[in-house]
């Protein structure tokens, strides 16, 4: 990648945060994990058909590693870069948007990223243009070390587009994802953006993600986490202008002795701005869930935080902190929290009507995953969505 003043400033900065930890979560030695080298082709295919990501789709971007990349777009109207030939393409537009939402000193993760970090993708949806196929993303670590891809979408005034994006790690290796994500929805614009994390019991993941959302833009932001981890702490950050909405929905299964803390933050900034956070955790083995969600309204605004956790083992632990803070004395906020585990006596109703032990306890499960962010997707979107569900529930029994 050329190396323009605005960048060396970035890294700059980025070099006096390396050593600045992270506000939550349990601290890693990002020092022991080396970058990735090459992985080949029949790897990087079986892990991305492991988060349903194929080089068939109309457009789409897979990285292995920080030496493995293809991307391309057959949708007119959109582009896909690999980020260092867009910073190359565009240097203008780069310094735009790149490390504008997300800043590369706000810990050490994102200085890491700004520093090492290789590769990631571009997204460019120009004015105007409606996609409803999704665009395609896989970030995988198939051999192992530090992989930290730069992603940054753009759908420009009036346009729409649904991305799906599966971050994935091989069986047997050792790694720290640090994934760095800014988002920015124009005016009149809509991003519906799925997310899937499927790691294993020794990753280390620490994405950081900004989202601007201009006027009358709309936001769609749903995520799961469907496998084991070591630890996983994010927390997107949703910045609203007037009129602006966003709907996010986490749902999150913690497995083993995963570390997980997780949360989403809306600033509405814009007169009549609405953003509805909804999580869902299920903690199972000897894991521990935090949920954070933090709404602040600084205009006439609504936002509203929904946490919900479910105990599937005596020594899992869910944690949640929600917290609304209003600027305007025009704001509505409102949350509503619980944690429990499921109730006995629906168990049995529902073996009275014929069920198995087993058959009820999946049905109830199924139904505490199941959010009614399917109503925002189109029908593709939807499909994923349904599949990570059933997927979450074959692994949290």
């Not at 992985?39 to 971007?61: L, T």
Request: proline share 4%; with cysteine.
């Amino acid at each position: 990648m050329a190396s323009p003043s605005w960048l060396e400033a970035v890294k700059e900065r980025a070099r006096r945060a390396l050593d600045k930890p992270a506000a939550y979560g349990p601290d890693v030695d990002i020092s022991v994990f080396r970058d990735g080298g090459p992985a080949d082709e029949a790897s990087v295919a079986s892990v991305a058909e492991a988060v349903g990501v194929s080089p068939k789709a109309q457009a789409f971007y897979i990285q292995a590693d920080n030496a493995y990349f293809r991307y391309l777009s057959r949708i007119p109207g959109v582009e896909v870069y690999r980020i260092e030939e867009f910073v190359d393409a565009h240097r203008n537009l780069a310094r735009d948007y790149l490390w504008r939402l997300v800043p590369p000193d706000y810990d050490k993760f994102t200085a890491v990223a700004a520093l090492r970090g290789v590769g990631g993708y571009v997204i460019r949806v120009k004015s105007g243009v409606k996609v409803e196929s999704p665009i395609l993303a896989c970030l995988s670590i198939v051999r192992g070390g530090l992989q930290a891809p730069h992603n940054v979408v753009i759908v420009e005034e009036g346009a729409e587009a649904v991305v799906y994006t599966g971050c994935v790690i091989a069986p047997e290796a050792v790694g720290l994802h640090v994934g760095i994500s800014e988002f920015y929805v124009m005016r009149n614009a809509k991003l519906k953006f799925i997310m899937v994390h499927s790691w294993n019991k020794a990753a280390h993941v620490r994405p950081r993600t900004g989202v601007y959302v201009e006027e009358g833009g709309e936001y769609v932001e749903y995520y799961a986490n469907v496998a084991s981890v070591k630890t996983l702490q994010t927390s997107p950050r949703i910045i609203l202008k007037d009129g602006a909405k966003a709907h996010a929905t986490s749902v999150v299964l913690g497995r083993g002795d995963a570390v997980i803390d997780i949360g989403t933050a809306a600033v509405l900034d814009g007169e009549g701005a609405g953003a509805e956070l909804v999580t869902r955790a299920i903690a199972t083995g000897s894991s521990s869930v935090t949920m954070r969600a933090v709404v602040e309204a600084y205009k006439p605004a609504r936002g509203h935080v929904e946490c919900s956790g479910l105990l599937m083992s005596d020594r899992a632990r869910v944690v949640t902190i929600p917290q609304l803070s209003a600027f305007n004395n025009d704001a509505v906020l409102t949350h509503e929290a619980s944690i429990g585990k499921l109730a006995e006596d629906e168990i049995y109703y529902l073996m009275a009507k014929g069920l198995t032990y087993e058959e009820a306890v999946s049905l109830l499960v199924r139904g505490f995953v199941t959010t009614d962010i399917h109503k925002y997707l189109p029908e593709q979107a939807r499909r994923y969505v349904e599949s990570l569900e059933r997927q979450i529930v074959e692994k949290a029994l």
